[in-house]
């Protein structure tokens, strides 16, 4: 199952596990700004939280167990796979 064929609440969940892994990835943005880069990784982690409850039952057990363990890039990995 590609994105495209997802519900828009795993496109939008994606989106926010790609921005937090392009924020933890800004070493210039952490030595420059190291608060604001906190406040970024705080926001889109929270974002992902409440995207992860909007997520339509069932939810795949390990697409749950990966977000409830803050396995982000496992749990993008999953759903980019299509479950797989």
Known sequence: MSESNLPE?????????R???????DRAWYERDAAGHLEELKRVSEKIVHLGSE???PVHPQLRHFLER???????????????
Not at 9 to 17: A, D, Q
């Open 9 to 17: 609440v795993y496109n939008r969940l994606c989106e926010s596990l």
């Open 19 to 25: 921005r937090r892994r392009e924020a933890i990835a």
């Open 55 to 57: 997520l339509p039952e």
């Open 70 to 84: 803050c396995s982000y890039d496992k749990a993008l990995e999953f759903i980019e796979s299509g479950g797989k």
